[in-house]
């Protein structure tokens, strides 16, 4: 019994090697932002962060409060989903997380929310067209939405057929053009180099669905953006010679 207890408390403080320290503390920050800049509501959402020299991510616990989250809570799998610490249990999203992961290298981080805004595009299963430059700034493309799931496939790996969705939706631009998308008639998912970058375009892709619903409210008409705008406003922020910020 002495020696299953060692083991158990062992497993226990695995969560506090050093080396993960920094990524629970930058996971942590990310999550903690969801509520305060309005994204999400209890606890519905997450964020996460790959470490790729480390064979590691780190994720939101599952339906663990915001305001009361310690970094210890914070979930580190393996990138084959294999939790390396005992305690709290991974988000039920992990598997989508995951999936994102393996197809794109170039994604550090991940936030899944159900910001109203943008999950209603979600529910109405229509992508948000790409009317203004606020959107080009964020993709030089209209937010696409997820084909709808079999039930073959939402009875058997539901979370894991939603990433399947959505790299479907992405593969053909990859994950710097389109940073986020719409699952359908779930919500959004948006990505960066880590997870302050896909929270900052999570809360720029709730702006931007909301200015899309109000444009054709005012003009059911409204035009889509020239593409000439749409590449230029695209280019200044991301592309290789961009200008825009501090350099």
């Known amino acids: 019994m002495t020696g299953e207890a060692d083991d158990r408390r062992q497993a226990s403080t695995r969560g506090a090697e050093p080396r993960f320290e920094q990524l629970r503390a930058e996971v942590l920050r990310a999550n903690q932002a969801l509520p305060a800049v309005g994204l999400v509501t209890l606890t519905w959402g997450n964020a996460s962060q790959i470490d790729r020299a480390a064979g590691v991510i780190a994720i939101k616990p599952s339906g663990v409060a915001y305001e009361t989250m310690k970094a210890e809570d914070i979930v580190v799998l393996g990138v084959d989903g294999r939790a390396l610490d005992v305690g709290t249990r991974p988000s039920t999203d992990t598997p989508t997380h995951l999936v994102v992961y393996g197809a794109f290298a170039d994604v550090g981080g991940i936030v899944h929310t159900h910001s109203p805004w943008a999950t209603a595009w979600a529910q109405a299963e229509r992508e948000i067209p790409l009317l203004g430059t606020t959107h080009a700034d964020l993709s030089p493309h209209p937010i696409p939405l997820t084909r709808a799931l079999t039930e073959q496939e939402v009875d058997e790996d539901y979370e894991k057929a939603t990433g399947m969705a959505i790299v479907e939706a992405v593969v053909g631009l990859g994950p710097r053009e389109l940073p986020c998308v719409l699952v359908r008639q779930h919500g959004p998912f948006c990505w ?56």
Do not use: C, S
């Not at 929270?199 to 593409?227: F, K, M, N, Q, S």
């Not at 000439?228 to 290789?240: D, N, Q, S, V």
């Open 192 to 247: 960066g180099r880590n997870a302050q970058e896909a929270l900052e375009h999570a809360v720029t892709l709730e702006a931007i669905a909301r200015l899309a619903a109000l444009t054709y409210g005012l003009e059911p008409r409204a035009p889509l953006l020239d593409p000439a705008l749409r590449r230029k406003h695209f280019e200044r922020k991301h592309g290789p010679r961009a200008y825009y910020g501090q350099r």
